[in-house]
């Protein structure tokens, strides 16, 4: 990716492997804790994947053996000071995940350790979770007098339902990989949470992008509305998988017996 060369990134690093970006999370010595600098460098690196039309998936992974991101970086919260300072950390954290949540590509977290408070919301914020079987993962923040500020009580609660995600959120608790695949908060646990995420990312490119993009639309804007406005949006939405040439081509290689050759047109 060309683009990349404009910019320096201290705390993140982009590495592309064909139409597959993985973005890394390098502060290892702070367990990949999100400070300020490292949630605008992850939004610019976001924006730089994006535009680049070669991208077709993105895998969101942390540096190192022990952590995938393990928090907010605490040493920040020393200069808050009042509900102004919350308030406004709490909407920068959610506009980098609701930046990452709405991109129109698929987007893979693989969980390489603890993915905890701000972790655990940047993990949520991604499609699909694959997490190493050495993964940790919790929303701790009420051990420090706070609450989730970064998405993480409305995203939690619509992933796994509001009793388990309180559980989480109430007791403060970590819970193991196999515990977090039993309750849908992961999709797949692997001993190599970021080879396994690339193979999800390979099994969902081999499949039409824009119908991808509108798959992803569908179910975020469904999300937020009645079952009846849901299915309006899903109505509107297959009708415009309809007018593209990759539907063509879907259907001209299934009548064919033969792999179909998307091209996103």
Do not use: W
């Not at 979770?129 to 998405?151: C, H, K, N, Y």
């Amino acid at each position: 990716m060309t683009q990349l060369d404009e910019f320096e990134f201290n705390n993140v690093q982009i590495d592309q492997h064909g139409p597959i970006a993985v973005l890394t999370v390098t502060r290892p010595k702070a367990l990949n804790a999100l400070n300020a600098d490292t949630l605008s460098e992850i939004a610019q690196a976001v924006n730089l994947i994006v535009e680049d039309a070669e991208v077709g998936a993105l895998i969101i992974t942390g540096s190192g053996e022990k952590a995938f991101v393990a928090g907010a970086d605490i040493s920040e919260f020393t200069n808050l000071d009042g509900v102004y300072d919350g308030r406004e950390m709490s909407l920068a954290g959610q506009d980098v995940m609701h930046q990452i949540a709405s991109l129109p590509i698929p987007v893979i977290a693989a969980v390489n350790g603890f993915a905890l408070g701000g972790g655990l919301e940047l993990a949520l914020a991604c499609d699909v979770r694959v997490a190493a079987t050495t993964a940790r993962l919790g929303l701790p923040e009420v051990s420090l007098g706070l609450i989730p500020g970064f998405g993480g009580t409305q995203r939690l609660a619509r992933l796994v339902g509001a009793g388990r995600a309180l559980d989480l959120m109430l007791t403060a608790r970590q819970v193991k990989a196999d515990e977090a695949l039993t309750m849908g908060l992961v999709n797949y646990v692997a001993d190599d949470a970021l080879q396994k995420a690339r193979e999800v990312a390979e099994s969902m490119l081999r499949h039409a992008p824009i119908a991808l993009s509108l798959v992803k639309e569908a179910v975020r804007r469904g999300l937020d509305t009645t079952l009846e406005g849901g299915l309006e949006v899903e109505a509107d939405l297959f009708g415009m998988t309809v007018a593209t040439k990759d539907f063509r081509e879907g259907v001209d290689a299934f009548l064919n017996k033969r792999r179909a050759e998307f091209q996103g047109e």
